[in-house]
């Protein structure tokens, strides 16, 4: 006989929380092995961190590789697809992001003439 059975409201009591609650968890554990009551908000990572540090190397070593080379590479490592969004982000957790020059509208004769006035 397992002398560690407690009561539900036992437990509840002890934790701070209502037999109820105790029971559905004890219920839910029994069920699907997890306490967990939905999945997760959003999909797992299809990058590891290994995998992360070698993408942000491979833009730091070579600066004109683009994020499409990048996923490609990783692609052909890992034999699953992998976006060029998804390697943008990436560099981006890993502190790199996108350096665009700020190009300005030629001004014709007539804008020079309006601003110096």
């Known amino acids: 006989m397992n002398t560690n059975f407690r009561p539900n409201g036992?437990?509840?009591s002890r934790v701070?929380?209502?037999q109820?609650?105790?029971?559905?968890?004890c219920d839910r554990w029994m069920q699907v092995g997890t306490t967990d009551r939905?999945?997760?908000s959003h999909p797992p990572q299809c990058t590891t961190?290994?995998?992360?540090r070698q993408i942000v190397r491979m833009a730091v070593t070579d600066r004109s590789v683009t994020s499409r080379t990048v996923a490609q590479?990783?692609?052909?490592v890992t034999h699953h697809s992998v976006s060029a969004r998804t390697m943008r982000c990436r560099l981006q957790q890993g502190g790199l992001s996108a350096r665009r020059p700020l190009l300005g509208l030629p001004l014709t004769q007539n804008h020079?003439?309006?601003?110096r006035q």
């Open 73 to 76: 590479h990783i692609e052909s």
């Open 10 to 12: 036992e437990i509840g």
């Open 38 to 40: 939905r999945g997760r």
């Open 112 to 115: 020079r003439r309006l601003r």
């Open 49 to 52: 961190s290994r995998e992360d």
């Open 20 to 25: 109820t609650t105790v029971m559905w968890i």
């Open 16 to 18: 701070g929380r209502n």
